[in-house]
């Protein structure tokens, strides 16, 4: 087979045909992974992919929705489902997957601290996000009390996340922006980190951040602790 015989050179070489780094990344650690089984069952004598630079992928800070955007896509929203995901984005910081996922016996609006848990999220870990009164006051009157929070509009089962995607984006759109549920999530992490003064374990947590390094941008589009830190300056003696 050709990889069996492929030099360094030659992979370093493919893997510069990708412009993106990080499908140049991705490729890299798949032929890795290829590398790696074939030495240990003698198929090669060396992992070719051992010396070859990890491709660095570029620093994105988070994009939040506008709070105007947010506040007009939640005014007109008359689909409950869109309403819903919107909410849960905005206010507990859920992917679209976890949106999906969620179930009604998942949310606990009773006690002294109501509570969403999320159930195998991103990397498979479960957590639990408390609620904001205005999210627990919209799944109060919007979700159903069984099974899946968001549904089909025949109510057969569970909406996909393709299909979610797309009520969204048309409703985005509908309402003047090019923005859709991640940036929602996007807004719930950035005001998280700013009221919670730019702690980097308690964004992390609740947004279900393996680590914090991607948490970190979060507090830096804040603004929390670098406003902080020029406010102390003195002035020119």
Not at 108 to 135: C, Y
Request: net charge positive; proline share 6%; charged share 25%.
């Amino acid at each position: 087979m050709p990889w069996m015989i492929a030099s360094p050179e030659l992979l370093e070489e493919w893997l510069r045909s990708f412009p993106n780094p990080a499908t140049r990344r991705a490729y890299l650690s798949d032929a890795a992974s290829l590398y790696q089984w074939a030495v240990k069952r003698g198929l090669v004598k060396a992992d070719i992919t051992a010396d070859i630079i990890r491709p660095k992928e570029p620093k994105r800070l988070p994009r939040p929705m506008p709070e105007a955007d947010a506040a007009r896509a939640i005014l007109l929203a008359t689909d409950t489902r869109v309403r819903l995901a919107l909410s849960l984005a905005l206010y507990a910081g859920l992917r679209r997957a976890e949106i999906c996922a969620l179930d009604a016996d998942d949310v606990i609006l009773g006690g002294d601290v109501p509570t969403i848990t999320v159930r195998k999220g991103k990397g498979g870990k479960d957590r639990t996000v408390p609620v904001h009164p205005i999210l627990s006051a919209e799944l109060l009157h919007l979700a159903p009390r069984y099974g899946p929070v968001i549904s089909r509009l025949d109510g057969r089962g569970r909406l996909s996340t393709a299909m979610l995607s797309a009520l969204i984006a048309n409703h985005m759109e509908a309402v003047g922006s090019h923005h859709r549920l991640h940036g929602g999530r996007h807004r719930f992490g950035t005001q998280l980190a700013e009221v919670t003064g730019g702690d980097l374990q308690v964004v992390a947590d609740l947004l279900g951040h393996e680590s914090l390094t991607t948490t970190r941008g979060y507090t830096q589009l804040s603004g929390v602790r670098t406003a902080a830190a020029v406010l102390r300056m003195p002035g020119v003696a």
